[in-house]
């Protein structure tokens, strides 16, 4: 994600008193992907029962960055109708700031786990996956690593620490991971001043943080994963590269993925299916991980329903192209409901990103993922 830093905050360890235990009511064991030519009454309009058989529908976990200056609690923990509807609705779960290291490990000798582990837990209980996010990346580091005065052999070894500690505690409960985040510029250079390890350590260390990861964990899929990358362009480009000589020097390279924040203010990207595509060739699992769709909102801030039929055909659009490549079998919407959506907050006039309004009543882009799972798995 593109947030800002944001410095670190102690979580409401009160908040996790609460009876998270009770969310496994929304989904028997029984109700997971696996099941899912099994329809029964009352879940037939689930997209993760609408998906053709291993194909994940994901959505990020609210909770952490934007959320914590907002005036509502901790979503993932208080709000109890947000949760059924996650346990019910999808099959993969992202945690969207939970994992991410000024959350997880907000002092050098401390880690934090505990809405990391809720998460997971919650996933376990729903028979949903995780994608586990992010390991290596220059935003939302703690002011202790960013502002230290570590040596490099001092920061490498706090990376593999922090990396097997990480990876390991959730091991064989992890889907994916987005190992490397963001680590070119629009222009296909890497981010060798704002990235604290590439900067101090040097590109080798991209090829590194895999391996760790490999170790700590063999068997999830290891991820690339950016933004602006749904095109054949100059990003997209550097990452192809990269890849394919990771890939010469057998690095444990597993996957890339494209974030897909959208904006009804540009066109589609037509080439995403063919950026996808190429690398699906290189024998490289693919994903969608982060998609939404905002708009610019007129007064009043309702969208229009044209403007909700273009979001809908923008969120059918991206699901096809991932449909369309043989191992592009992960699909997460960055967040359900509007209601936290971190949109508003980044982009100024911008909002009604998400696939379901405040009150949690589906749009049409919901219907338009429905449907266009439903004709997938029919074929």
Not at 113 to 133: E, K, L, P, S, W
Not at 203 to 227: C, M, Q, S, T, V
Request: glycine share 8%; charged share 25%.
């Amino acid at each position: 994600m593109r947030y800002l830093r944001f410095a670190t905050a102690a979580l409401a360890t009160a908040a996790l008193t609460l009876p998270l235990a009770a969310s496994s009511a929304t989904a028997d064991p029984s109700s997971g992907h696996r099941d899912a030519h099994h329809h029964s009454h009352g879940t037939s309009d689930q997209l993760r029962r609408a998906a053709p058989d291993g194909f994940y529908v994901g959505t990020a976990v609210a909770g952490g960055g934007h959320h914590l200056e907002q005036d509502y609690p901790d979503p993932f923990t208080s709000d109890k109708k947000y949760r059924k509807t996650m346990g019910q609705q999808f099959s993969s779960l992202s945690p969207e700031n939970q994992m991410k290291w000024e959350y997880i490990h907000p002092e050098q000798n401390r880690y934090d786990f505990a809405m990391a582990d809720a998460i997971v837990d919650f996933a376990d209980r729903n028979n949903q996956v995780v994608r586990g996010h992010t390991l290596l990346w220059h935003s939302q580091n703690p002011a202790w690593l960013e502002e230290g005065d570590f040596s490099a052999k001092e920061l490498r070894a706090i990376l593999r620490k922090h990396i097997t500690t990480v990876v390991g505690r959730y091991a064989g409960r992890i889907q994916q991971w987005d190992v490397a985040n963001e680590i070119f510029d629009g222009e296909g250079k890497l981010r060798t001043e704002e990235n604290i390890w590439i900067r101090e350590l040097g590109p080798g260390i991209i090829a590194d943080a895999f391996r760790w990861a490999h170790e700590a964990d063999p068997k999830a899929k290891l991820f690339f994963n950016d933004y602006g990358v749904e095109d054949v362009n100059a990003k997209s480009d550097a990452y192809y590269a990269l890849v394919k000589d990771l890939l010469k020097q057998r690095v444990p390279v597993d996957g890339f993925s494209s974030q897909a924040h959208l904006s009804t203010r540009y066109g589609f990207p037509g080439g995403l299916e063919e950026s996808l595509r190429r690398f699906d060739k290189l024998g490289l699992e693919t994903a969608i991980t982060e998609l939404d769709v905002r708009m610019d909102l007129p007064e009043g801030g309702e969208p229009t329903d044209a403007q909700l039929q273009q979001q809908a055909d923008y969120y059918q659009q991206a699901l096809s192209a991932c449909l369309a490549v043989k191992d592009c079998n992960s699909f997460t919407i960055w967040g359900f409901t509007d209601k936290y959506s971190w949109v508003p907050v980044f982009f100024e006039g911008e909002g009604s990103a998400t696939v379901m309004r405040d009150d949690l009543t589906r749009k049409p882009a919901f219907f338009a993922l429905q449907s266009t799972l439903k004709e997938a798995r029919k074929h």
